[in-house]
């Protein structure tokens, strides 16, 4: 049985792992609720809540003084790249300054750890026009969001190289799945979407708009996949020090996701096709031969992955 340490673990990826480990593992989550609920975790006497901000200092700094921890995910942050764009200062502060504090009191106080791991995003490539995006791919940060995941990353990395403290970061692609938040404005297009199918089968008014002809591509991960990334990065002696693409290596259009999530619930939503706004990334893809080198397989397909979806959010109505 391991310690681990979640942060952001009452929000969508983070609640997910938490309560997978949890069937084995001790987990302290620290989350502040603004995007996340408590509700997202399971109950287990192996699981510590604590309500809190990782920008809290001295919070942090308790936690990591009475707790040793085996394993670190630090997954908190706010999530919106938009939000960046009009508060730039207060998401510095959670998505870099956290970090940064974080991973210094690691260095002072966690000396057993074995792992921690950093969650950046693949908007840290921007529109840079090369497919599939490497790591060692052109970077191109396009708003304030993508320049502190970059940062924090790097800082990550540097402190496995410089004061062999053992961290590894991921870029996450388009992540879907059960406990993402529709009413959100940090939820991905596919818990949007869902969300929007179910409103229109219940009977009520519902519609969703795309901007562009819907033939731009992403990258969509299952969480259950990440989840599988996430264990293989933190475990892996090689990993240490690196950072990981997680994503399928394989391309949905929207107008191809809209027509499987129809074919699955057997409902038409009525799409409406706008301009493409201004800024938009047009196609995203990763490569993930680097994540396949630690026996990483996508189990699920886009399918495959939202009919497993599909039934988790029937199962919840």
């Given at each position: 049985m391991s310690n681990?340490?979640?942060?952001g673990g009452a929000g969508f990826i983070g609640s997910n792992l938490a309560n997978h480990l949890l069937t084995n593992h001790k987990v302290v989550v620290i989350d502040d609720l603004s995007m996340g609920s408590i509700t997202n975790l399971n109950n287990s006497d192996k699981l510590t809540f604590i309500h809190g901000s990782v920008t809290d200092y001295d919070l942090m700094d308790k936690v990591l003084t009475d707790y040793q921890f085996d394993y670190i995910y630090h997954l908190a942050a706010i999530a919106s790249v938009a939000d960046s764009v009009d508060r730039p200062l207060a998401t510095?502060?959670?998505?870099?300054s956290s970090v940064l504090n974080l991973i210094e009191s690691v260095k002072i106080k966690q000396k057993g750890i074995k792992r921690l791991v950093f969650a950046s995003s693949a908007a840290v490539y921007g529109d840079e026009p090369t497919l599939p995006k490497k790591e060692e791919s052109v970077i191109r940060p396009l708003t304030p969001y993508a320049v502190d995941k970059f940062a924090a990353?790097?800082?990550?990395l540097a402190y496995n190289n410089l004061y062999n403290v053992p961290m590894s970061a991921v870029r996450f692609f388009n992540v879907y799945g059960p406990n993402q938040n529709p009413s959100s404005p940090y939820?991905?297009?596919?818990?949007l979407l869902v969300n929007q199918f179910e409103q229109h089968k219940s009977g009520n008014k519902a519609d969703f708009?795309?901007?562009g002809d819907g033939e731009q591509t992403r990258d969509f991960v299952y969480v259950k996949d990440v989840l599988n990334a996430?264990?293989?990065v933190g475990t892996s002696e090689q990993s240490k020090g690196e950072v990981y693409n997680v994503g399928t290596g394989r391309s949905t259009t929207l107008n191809t996701l809209i027509?499987?999530?129809s074919e699955i619930l057997d409902v038409e939503l009525p799409i409406i096709y706008k301009e493409p706004r201004i800024g938009d990334i047009t196609d995203s893809l990763a490569n993930i031969d680097k994540l396949k080198s630690l026996n990483f397989e996508a189990e699920f397909d886009i399918k495959a992955g939202l009919t497993v979806y599909l039934e988790r959010v029937k199962e919840t109505s």
């Open positions: 681990y340490l979640i942060t510095h502060n959670v998505n870099f990353e790097k800082y990550v939820s991905g297009v596919i818990s708009n795309i901007f996430l264990l293989l027509n499987t999530i």
